[in-house]
């Protein structure tokens, strides 16, 4: 069973930072391109940024320079890096997987139950 469990979202002030973890389980983490997508009341879910198996990043135009992803191969986990928040920052961020469970099967996309940012004075 594959399972993605999103941490790290909460409460924080304009400016501030926040780390959003995800921990793969059930996928080979190394071959898996990961991203974090955010989805705002009322807004569609959109990609905020990608790291692929071999490292390459990739940015929405809105956070770059502001945000950072990064993976730990060793850990299963992915991470986004938030600083220098803004409201309009505020959204559920969810973790997705393009990865694959065995050798012998193909690619396949998974979610978590994401994490809620809430950038507020």
């Known amino acids: 069973q594959v399972q993605l469990v999103e941490s790290g979202g909460g409460l924080v002030q304009p400016g501030g930072s926040l780390r959003l973890s995800c921990a793969a389980s059930?996928?080979?983490?190394?071959?898996?391109?990961m991203a974090w997508y955010r989805q705002a009341p009322g807004k569609q879910r959109d990609l905020v940024a990608r790291i692929t198996g071999g490292g390459s990043t990739s940015y929405t135009s809105s956070v770059k320079g502001r945000f950072t992803i990064s993976r730990d191969n060793a850990k299963n986990t992915v991470y986004l890096q938030m600083n220098s928040l803004k409201p309009e920052d505020t959204a559920v961020y969810y973790c997705?997987?393009?990865?694959?469970?065995?050798?012998?099967?193909?690619?396949?996309?998974?979610w978590g139950q994401g994490t809620q940012v809430t950038v507020s004075s």
């Open positions: 997705n997987a393009d990865g694959k469970r065995s050798l012998y099967e193909g690619y396949s996309n998974y």
């Open positions: 059930g996928i080979i983490f190394s071959m898996s391109a």
